[in-house]
């Protein structure tokens, strides 16, 4: 009898081992499968963070590129200031001159004017005196 006991004594043994081998298979299977899961998720979280580093590399590169378009477009925005500030002086200058100019024709025009005056008070004279 004892070796009946002995086998039954393997026999729960084995069960209890063939349970823990069940068990510890769908363990190894369940963790597996998680650690797939992971795997995958985090590829995905990989991707996506190289697509997004990708585009803010672009983005950056993008606005270096229309920080020195502005900076072009500033400097000749201040050169065009800088021309038309000449423009203008040059202008003002030009109105000066030609306000004079108009002042010194009023004052020719007079003039003559005045000597058309004289000359034909003087030639009405000269006939007056003549008769």
Same mark, same amino acid.
């Given at each position: 009898? /004892? ?14 081992? $063939?349970?823990?081998?069940?068990? &510890?298979? &769908?363990? /190894? =299977? ?7 899961? *992971?795997?995958?998720? @985090? ?5 996506? @963070?190289? $697509? ?6 672009? &983005?950056? *590169?993008?606005? /270096? ?11 000749? #925005? *201040? +050169? =065009?200031?800088?021309?038309? +500030? ?5 202008? #003002? ?10 002042? +010194?024709? *009023? ?16 030639? +009405? ?7």
């Amino acid at each position: 009898m /004892s070796f009946n006991l002995n086998d039954a004594l393997k026999n729960r043994i084995v069960v209890i081992l $063939a349970i823990l081998l069940v068990v &510890f298979l &769908f363990s /190894s =299977l369940s963790s597996c499968n998680n650690a797939r899961h *992971q795997k995958i998720s @985090r590829d995905k979280e990989m991707a996506a @963070r190289f $697509a997004l580093e990708e585009k803010m590399s672009r &983005f950056s *590169q993008d606005r /270096s590129i229309l920080e020195e378009k502005i900076k072009a477009k500033e400097k000749e #925005v *201040q +050169e =065009l200031k800088t021309t038309l +500030e000449g423009l203008n002086k040059s202008l #003002v200058g030009e109105q000066l001159i030609s306000q004079s100019l108009k002042e +010194e024709l *009023q004052k020719v025009t007079k003039l003559k004017d005045a000597l058309e005056a004289d000359l034909k008070e003087r030639n +009405e004279d000269g006939k007056k005196i003549k008769k």
